[in-house]
T-cell receptor, first 114, second 115 residues
Framework: EAQVTQNPRYLITVTGKKLTVTCSQN?????MSWYRQDPGLGLRQIYY???????DKGDVPEGYKVSRKEKRNFPLILESPSPNQTSLYFC?????????????FGDGTRLSIL | SQQGEEDPQALSIQEGENATMNCSYK?????LQWYRQNSGRGLVHLIL?????REKHSGRLRVTLDTSKKSSSLLITASRAADTASYFC???????????????FGGGTRVLVKP
């Protein structure tokens, strides 16, 4: 089944403790992206990747890192999480980065930073 | 502010009725997409309409696009309880290829379909 898989689905942690949210897609998509969803603000893009080893900042990249060493994986790294990063995070992928096709989303990761 | 903004923010209808929601955006777009999000789940793509298209259908869904007014509407006909979800419009307004498949999402319309 074609899917985008995120782990963990839920995480409660404390300020300053490094964490990684993994994202994997099995559709051989070139484009992958991370969003955060906050009430009243919709989805905002954090980082995106056009292909392996090609990543760039989205609208709200501060406090986050990403890497794209393999085509299927696009982990989101919070080196020193803070409470304002408490949010619902989504990973998405699409066939290419042309903007002409839909994005496929994972089921989300709910992060709570205490 | 957001590129796409949905209206209304929330909508409650009876099963069998039609649901209409609107999306307004600010800049010229390449295409506009609608997504559905069930509670606690990821977004699911519904329909994509390109800037040179005016109307598109998919099953019980009908999307219109008016680029002169910078607005789009999503109509769900003969709604079912399973249509209860949040609906988001997303615009692709990227002008450079390096920006990739950048979508800008609105805040969504919460739709409740009562049995």
């Amino acid at each position: 089944e074609a899917q985008v898989t995120q782990n963990p689905r839920y995480l409660i942690t404390v300020t300053g403790k490094k964490l990684t949210v993994t994202c994997s897609q099995n559709m051989n998509h070139e484009y992958m992206s991370w969003y955060r969803q906050d009430p009243g603000l919709g989805l905002r893009q954090i980082y995106y990747s056009m292909n392996v080893e090609v990543t760039d900042k989205g609208d709200v990249p501060e406090g986050y890192k990403v890497s794209r060493k393999e085509k299927r994986n696009f982990p989101l790294i919070l080196e020193s999480p803070s409470p304002n990063q408490t949010s619902l995070y989504f990973c998405a992928s699409s066939l290419s980065g042309t903007g002409k096709e839909p994005q496929h989303f994972g089921d989300g990761t709910r992060l709570s930073i205490l | 502010s957001q590129q796409g903004e949905e209206d209304p923010q929330a909508l409650s209808i009876q099963e069998g009725e039609n649901a209409t929601m609107n999306c307004s955006y600010k800049t010229s777009i390449n295409n506009l997409q609608w997504y559905r999000q069930n509670s606690g789940r990821g977004l699911v793509h519904l329909i994509l309409i390109r800037s040179n298209e005016r109307e598109k259908h998919s099953g019980r869904l009908r999307v219109t696009l008016d680029t002169s007014k910078k607005s789009s509407s999503l109509l769900i006909t003969a709604s079912r309880a399973a249509d209860t979800a949040s609906y988001f419009c997303a615009t692709d307004a990227s002008r450079i290829k390096a920006a990739g498949n950048k979508l800008t999402f609105g805040g969504g319309t919460r739709v409740l379909v009562k049995p």
